[in-house]
């Protein structure tokens, strides 16, 4: 019998793969095209850099042979194919509509799912499908992303009716309206076939063009929905016209439903209006799944690596709460993270800031103070820093380059405190060396002024050095979590 930690796993891997075989379907003329296309493809792979990447890694996990007890030696290669885009009388391909053989495949190939995962958004297959894909194409793959969109919008209506949808997200556009004195129409335009094609319309009455400008940037910024502007062919007056999809209205209704669920402590039906939000591409229901996983709210259910990667995935597109929650994590060594990281902690408080979080600042200034040494050693020696981080108030560094050289550099310039093992070098930071190092931007090259300061910093190395050598124990850099 199983034991619950690996039920957990499988289903994790379960998952996984179903990510990749529906990567696989959403661009099948593109992994088709090597083979049913080989000359054409080849010659325009030759000329795109990007490419090189993904046709390593495919290779790399491709061609192999295996030995198989059954079968003997096959290649994987062969197996990808055949479950790609070959019909035969035993089983169906993907071309055909049946998912069995490519989850087969992928399931005895784990090096496999995840390459195809790290390609999830190489920006070369959007391309090839800009300018080498045939219309036919073009439309499969757009037809895909409707039916999937089609088949989750379906399962919420399980949970929430059209009408309460349009309640809720009607309320929350008016009071956005309403907040900046714009006067607006709005329409919902709907297929009652195929909500996919469904999309609200705000057609705008009254209020300036940078209201709505601010309310797009509001939409986008705040709440994760994306609106575009349009004309109304009906209409011959300059009013704009607002389009948002009608899933995002779906998303938004199922997230709302989904915190009020989480304050009354229904974690587990939470979780599901959450999950149902991220399917239908919704970042912010994204990051309130992250934070149940990572808060545990989820009980033996809860998974810190699959919050931190909804996180993630959250921030980078965008979310600026998800950014936040990011910096505080790096900054504090939340778990996953095994350790703080306050240099990548304030460039997620820095994207923070920029998509609307004004408090952001204080941290950033906070830890500008911290890593003025790290700012200074950067602007000197640039592409030279691999990594660095801060721990106890030391700044560790990993040298891209050689780091006896590096070590020569610095004891040159005499920063004080400085260690040198294994290709890093460990500077301790202090509040004399700081205010030492902001100082020196404004030290003019002349003999005077450097001879001060000169001075200045050597009196600050014999005190770190003094203190040092009453430690027994040198400092062991930790790893970069």
């Known amino acids: 019998m199983q034991s619950y930690s690996s039920q957990i796993q499988e289903r994790e891997n379960q998952k996984r793969e179903t990510v990749v075989v529906n990567f696989l379907k959403n661009n099948i003329d593109f992994f088709m095209a090597p083979f049913a296309n080989y000359r054409e493809f080849n010659m325009w792979a030759k000329n795109n850099n990007q490419m090189r990447e993904l046709t390593h890694d495919m290779r790399r996990v491709l061609e192999p042979n295996y030995l198989n007890e059954e079968k003997g030696v096959t290649r994987p290669l062969t197996q990808f ?22 989850r087969n495949l992928l399931s005895q190939h784990p090096g496999m799912v995840e390459m195809f995962i790290n390609h999830l958004r190489n920006p070369v297959i959007d391309e090839w499908y800009r300018t080498q894909a045939s219309p036919e ?12 969109c089609g088949e989750v919008i379906k ?3 399980k949970f929430v009716s059209d009408q309460d949808i349009q309640n809720k997200f009607s309320k929350f556009l008016q009071n956005l309206i309403d907040a900046r004195n714009l006067n607006a129409n709005l329409k919902y335009l709907s297929d009652p076939t195929n909500h996919n094609f469904t999309y609200i319309t705000l057609k705008f009455r009254q209020g300036s063009d940078q209201a709505v400008a601010n309310l797009v940037a509001s939409l986008k910024n705040n709440y994760s929905i994306p609106a575009s502007f349009d004309s109304d062919p009906n ?12 899933k995002y209205a779906v998303a938004f209704a199922l997230t709302q439903i989904g915190i009020h669920a989480g304050k009354q402590k229904k974690y587990d039906k939470s979780a599901e209006y959450f999950q149902l939000g991220s399917q239908l591409s919704y970042v ?5 799944l992250a934070k149940m996983h990572i808060n545990n709210r989820l009980g033996e259910a809860s998974d810190k690596r699959i919050g931190l990667r909804l996180l993630q995935h959250a921030a980078k597109s965008g979310h600026a709460k998800a950014q936040l929650t990011m910096a505080k994590m790096l900054k504090n060594g939340t778990s996953p993270f095994r350790e703080p990281n306050i240099i990548q902690a304030r460039e997620w408080y820095k994207q923070a800031e920029k998509n609307g979080i004004p408090t952001a600042q204080i941290y950033i200034q ?27 108030d030391k700044l560790i560094i990993t040298w891209a380059s050689d780091s006896a050289t590096i070590a020569k550099e ?21 509040p004399s060396l700081i205010s030492m190092l902001e100082e020196r931007q404004e030290v003019k090259h002349h003999s005077r002024s450097s001879a001060t300061f000169s001075d200045k910093l050597g009196k600050i190395g014999q005190e770190l050095l003094s203190s040092d050598e009453k430690k027994d124990t040198p400092l062991k850099p930790t790893q970069k979590p």
Not at 235 to 242: F, G
Not at 367 to 381: E, F, G, N, S, T
């Open 81 to 102: 194919i055949s479950a790609l885009m070959v019909e035969t009388l035993e089983s169906n391909s993907l071309l055909g509509g049946d998912e069995t053989s490519m």
């Open 137 to 148: 194409a073009i439309e499969r793959r757009n037809n895909f992303k409707d039916e999937k």
């Open 155 to 157: 399962i919420a209506h």
């Open 235 to 246: 209409d011959n007056s300059a009013a704009p016209m607002l389009i948002i999809q009608y």
């Open 284 to 288: 912010r229901a994204k990051t309130y």
């Open 366 to 392: 906070e830890l500008d103070k911290k890593l003025v040494a790290y700012d200074q050693l950067k602007k000197r020696y640039g592409n030279s820093i691999k990594e660095a981080w801060v721990k106890d």
């Open 410 to 430: 610095l004891i040159k310039f005499q920063f004080p405190g400085t260690r040198v093992k294994s290709g890093t070098i460990t500077l301790q930071i202090s």
